[in-house]
Every structure is written in structure tokens, then in C-alpha cells.
Nanobody, 126 residues
Framework: QVQLVESGGGLVQAGGSLRLSCEAS????????MGWFRQAPGKERKFVAA????????FYGDSVRGRFTISRDNAKNTVDLQMNSLKPEDTAVYYC???????????????????WGQGTQVTVSS
């Protein structure tokens, strides 16, 4: 089982930027598609972005496309999420996740993932 640890969250003003990082340990994640999700208080966990194992293909949720960029460094076993032009509605706990090798669901579905980090809080003030 892979362990995932997110970092980089914090408090930022609207319009600002943050870079989240997810570090994996226990095994390599080179062959795993990886994703970022977020969950605001009282709401469901929602898809933010995903990236293929090679890093060659990326996917984004409609609300973040054009503002967020997902990337990975397989040599370092990390996945990052660069967040620009942040809005108050981006406030949430952000989770990194590793997709199951034989997933049945699309990468925008939490059911595709079998390993999750503990989350990092992002708060955007207006």
C-alpha cells in the first residue's frame, strides 16, 4: 500500500496562488494515474484534476480548468497541483489520491482511487 502525504496548503487572498505537493512512499507511483480532489465543509468530495502515469495526459474539473495545473515528477515520486487565480469558492481540504491499477471508474470518480492522503487545508479569503 502506498502512503500519500499532501503539503503546501494555507491561507491566501483571492487572486493569489498556492502549490500543493503530494509525496508518495512505500512504493513507486510511476504506473499509477493520480488525482486531486477537494472537499468543502458539508459537501461531497469533488474531482479537481488527474494525471496519467507517464504525465502525458491530464484532466481537469470544469471549475478549475485554466487556473490549476497538475504535474508529476516520477523520479521524486511526487504529484503537484499549481493553483492560480484562486477564488473563495476554492476553499476546501485538498486530497491526493492514487488510482487503482484495474480501476472500473473514470478518473473523475472517487471510486477509481484506492489510496488517499490525509488532506491539506486551502483557505481563500475574499
Amino acid at each position: 500500500q502506498v502512503q500519500l502525504v499532501e503539503s503546501g496548503g494555507g491561507l491566501v487572498q483571492a487572486g493569489g496562488s498556492l502549490r500543493l505537493s503530494c509525496e508518495a512512499s512505500g512504493r513507486t507511483i510511476n504506473s499509477n494515474d493520480m488525482g486531486w480532489f477537494r472537499q468543502a465543509p458539508g459537501k461531497e468530495r469533488k474531482f479537481v484534476a488527474a494525471i496519467s502515469g507517464s504525465g502525458g495526459v491530464t484532466f481537469y474539473g470544469d471549475s478549475v480548468r485554466g487556473r490549476f495545473t497538475i504535474s508529476r515528477d516520477n523520479a521524486k515520486n511526487t504529484v503537484d497541483l499549481q493553483m492560480n487565480s484562486l477564488k473563495p469558492e476554492d476553499t476546501a481540504v485538498y486530497y491526493c489520491a492514487a488510482a487503482a491499477r484495474n480501476r472500473r471508474y473514470g478518473l473523475d470518480d472517487t471510486g477509481a482511487y484506492d489510496s488517499w492522503g490525509q488532506g491539506t487545508q486551502v483557505t481563500v479569503s475574499s
